[in-house]
């Protein structure tokens, strides 16, 4: 994207160059700034104490003096459950992840190989179901009464499984690898399937950084799997698990309410939330910037058809 | 683009011919199509529990029929109309501001002259994305609480009233949209800045040399080229536009009775008949209906597409 900027590099920029460059610097900032905002505050948040933050409201600056381990302390001393919702996130997304970016770029690739001709039928045929569903009833029934998803592992990795949007992309990428990469590897006597693990995968890592991220962030950020499935909270997501506890939290503090009794820096809800919401985040952040570089490159999208 | 898919495929092959030639690439489908037969078309045939009387032991296809009572006692709720509109102009708002935001931003990103500024910038535009609605309602509460809020710190700073969000419903359509625009632009920007760089870069250098400003680059070549992947993007969009994103109301409104006649949308609707009253028919019946709502516009537009610019059809 750059390229088109090769003469802004030089020393005479136009000055109508200038303007613009100006002017996308101060709107671009003030979305970032609003963009961030709200997670400098919660951090700053979960460090501050609930004595404080009683007197005076949420903290906009941090300060060292009211400064507190105290809400992570008290959401980490009974580590058990925390730890197992990382545990349960952790191998639905990791396990999710690789099948799903595997599904989604190996039905992309034949449905991206123009010999193929059955391929707009398919592309229809998966297309057709985001135009058209049974709606969330049939589906639930389906999954608890035929599939048996109730507490068991794969409600939380088959419903993320494939999506058709995922494969569109996929199919949008593959369909700019020359065709003529297949065709030769096909005339050496390879396989269809040895040509797409060999040869478009190794091509493809802009495509599986990104399908990679989309996935991985849908399996970390499930919530509505596990409340519509698992009863069982050995077995709770990490956001699922968030919720549960903002939802006491706010009934715990209402029940305190209601008896009359003062809100005592006992029990720091506030910061707890916070560090809570911290901690489910956590480090699916920090997925950003190994895949940042190839995600322009990655996110290509055509038609169905074609 | 019909030309050339037949000069592509010369010849058509006869049905065993193709399974004998591309036996691998099918086997390949394979698993994406039973995949979307299980989940997709499986629940499809369940819609005829719109017009039963769920009972267990017979569960979707053998319990008995009931009619058109399960749409009777929908009509009866008198809630139907309410949700689909409220689901219908959030969608519209969503699409439409959607556009210009993520469109605009990708435009501005590519103004920027320096890389190190559009990195950082694009990372922060798309840390919202990476968050759950889950995480996204708890910061939301935590800022516009009445009693303990950010916000109304501020507001009492400044001498300004504070404001009771959570029993305000009026103002709940602006805070929804923009909390959609929040969470989603990073992401959509990313998608349009993908379809500037695939541009032809020649074409903006010819137009330097022939003197026209970046204003008028933008107006006649930048945003022109950009309509097709808009396209795709707003039928995409349209195509679920009787759908409301579940998490965003969900996880924002919780379940709270005050503010449901400015945020309760279809699908919210729907899982509270599901859950609350465990009424499998009605809420089916709910959910057929939407079904069919989104297949309709969806259809309609795609048409209305194919006949004036058949190239930005969807299919």
Redesign the interface.
Same mark, same amino acid.
């Given at each position: 994207?750059?390229?088109?900027?090769a003469?802004?590099?030089t020393p005479r920029?136009s000055r109508?160059?200038k303007?613009?460059?100006i002017?996308?610097?101060i709107?671009?900032?003030l979305?970032?700034?609003?963009?961030?905002l709200?997670?400098y505050?919660?951090i700053i948040?979960s460090f501050t104490s609930e004595t404080y933050?009683?007197r005076?409201?949420?903290p906009?600056l941090p300060s060292l003096k009211n400064a507190t381990l105290e809400a992570y302390q008290l959401c980490l001393k009974n580590p058990g459950s925390i730890v197992r919702a990382y545990a349960v996130t952790g191998s639905a997304t990791v396990i999710g992840t690789c099948l799903a970016v595997f599904?989604a770029t190996?039905?992309g !690739?034949?449905l991206s190989?123009?010999?193929?001709?059955?391929r707009n039928g398919?592309s229809?045929?998966?297309?057709f179901?985001? +135009?058209?569903?049974?709606?969330?009833?049939?589906?639930?029934?389906?999954c608890v009464?035929y599939?048996h998803f109730k507490n068991s592992f794969l409600s939380l990795i088959?419903?993320l499984?494939?999506s058709?949007?995922n #494969?569109i992309i996929a199919k949008s990428f593959m369909a700019g690898i020359p065709q003529s990469i297949s065709e030769s590897a096909m005339i050496d006597g390879a396989?269809?399937?040895r040509i797409?693990v060999s040869l478009i995968l190794p091509l493809s890592k802009p495509l599986i950084a990104t399908l990679g991220l989309f996935s991985a962030?849908a399996y970390?950020?499930?919530? !509505?799997n596990c409340m519509l499935f698992i009863s069982n909270d050995s077995m709770f997501t990490l956001?699922?698990y968030? &919720?549960r506890m903002?939802g006491s939290a706010e009934a715990m503090r209402t029940v305190a309410e209601k008896s009359g009794m003062p809100l005592t820096s006992a029990i720091p809800l506030?910061s707890m &939330?916070?560090a809570m919401?911290v901690i $489910?985040?956590g480090p /699916?952040?920090l997925l950003?910037?190994f895949v940042?570089r190839y995600?322009?490159?990655?996110?290509?999208?055509?038609?169905?058809?074609? | 683009?019909k030309k050339?898919?037949q000069t592509?495929?010369q010849v058509?092959?006869p049905f065993n011919k193709?399974v004998k030639r591309?036996w691998?690439?099918l086997? =390949?489908?394979l698993? $994406?199509?039973i995949?979307?037969l299980?989940?997709?078309?499986?629940?499809?045939?369940?819609?005829i529990?719109a017009f039963k009387r769920y009972q267990r032991a017979g569960? /979707?296809y053998f319990s008995p029929w009931n009619g058109l009572n399960n749409f009777k006692a929908l009509m009866i709720q008198g809630k139907l109309g309410m949700v689909t509109r409220n689901t219908l102009l959030y969608n519209i708002a969503f699409i439409f501001l959607g556009v210009v935001f993520e469109m605009?931003?990708a435009i +501005?990103?590519?103004?920027?002259?320096?890389?190190l500024?559009k990195?950082? $910038?694009?990372?922060? =535009?798309?840390?919202?994305?990476?968050?759950?609605?889950?995480?996204a309602?708890?910061? #939301? !509460?935590?800022?516009f609480n009445y009693e303990?809020?950010?916000f109304?710190?501020?507001m009492?700073a400044i001498g300004a009233s504070p404001v009771d969000l959570y029993n305000t419903p009026h103002l709940w359509p602006f805070v929804l949209i923009f909390l959609k625009l929040?969470k989603q632009?990073?992401y959509g920007s990313?998608?349009y800045?993908?379809?500037?760089?695939?541009l032809d870069?020649e074409m903006?250098?010819a137009a330097?040399i022939d003197g026209a400003?970046?204003?008028q680059k933008i107006r006649y070549l930048t945003i022109p080229s950009l309509v097709p992947?808009m396209m795709?993007?707003v039928l995409?969009a349209i195509?679920n536009i009787f759908r409301g994103d579940?998490?965003l109301f969900y996880?924002t409104v919780k379940s709270s009775a005050l503010l449901q006649p400015a945020t309760d949308v279809i699908?919210t609707y729907?899982?509270r008949l599901?859950i609350d009253s465990s009424d499998?028919g009605v809420?089916?019946a $709910?959910?057929?209906y &939407?079904?069919v709502l989104?297949?309709i516009t969806?259809?309609v537009c795609n048409g209305i597409v194919k006949k004036i610019q058949p190239d930005y059809?969807?299919?």
């Open positions: 994207m750059s390229s088109s900027k003469t802004a590099e920029m109508d160059l303007k613009m460059n002017l996308g610097i709107l671009i900032s979305f970032a700034l609003v963009c961030v709200p997670f505050l919660i948040a933050m009683i005076n409201g949420y906009l599904m190996m039905t !690739y034949v190989r123009k010999d193929f001709q059955w398919f229809f045929f998966f297309f179901t985001t +135009l058209f569903n049974g709606g969330l009833v049939p589906w639930y029934l389906l009464r599939l088959l419903p499984m494939f058709v949007w #494969m396989n269809d399937m797409f962030l970390w950020n499930d919530w !509505y956001q699922y968030l &919720q903002l506030e &939330q916070m919401t $489910a985040t /699916i952040v950003y910037p940042q995600f322009v490159k990655g996110l290509t999208i055509g038609a169905v058809k074609g | 683009m050339n898919k592509e495929i058509k092959l193709v591309h691998m690439l086997l =390949m489908l698993p $994406a199509v995949y979307v299980v989940f997709s078309y499986m629940p499809m045939t369940g819609i529990m569960g /979707i605009g931003s +501005l990103l590519n103004e920027i002259v320096s890389k500024f990195k950082v $910038a694009q990372s922060f =535009m798309f840390l919202p994305y990476f968050i759950s609605w889950v995480v309602g708890a910061i #939301m !509460y935590n800022i303990k809020g950010i109304n710190t501020v009492a929040w632009t990073g990313v998608v800045l993908a379809a500037i760089t695939g870069q903006f250098e330097s400003t970046e204003w992947t795709i993007m995409l195509g579940f998490g996880q699908d729907v899982f599901l499998y809420s089916a $709910a959910g057929l &939407q079904s989104c297949f969806i259809t059809s969807l299919y």
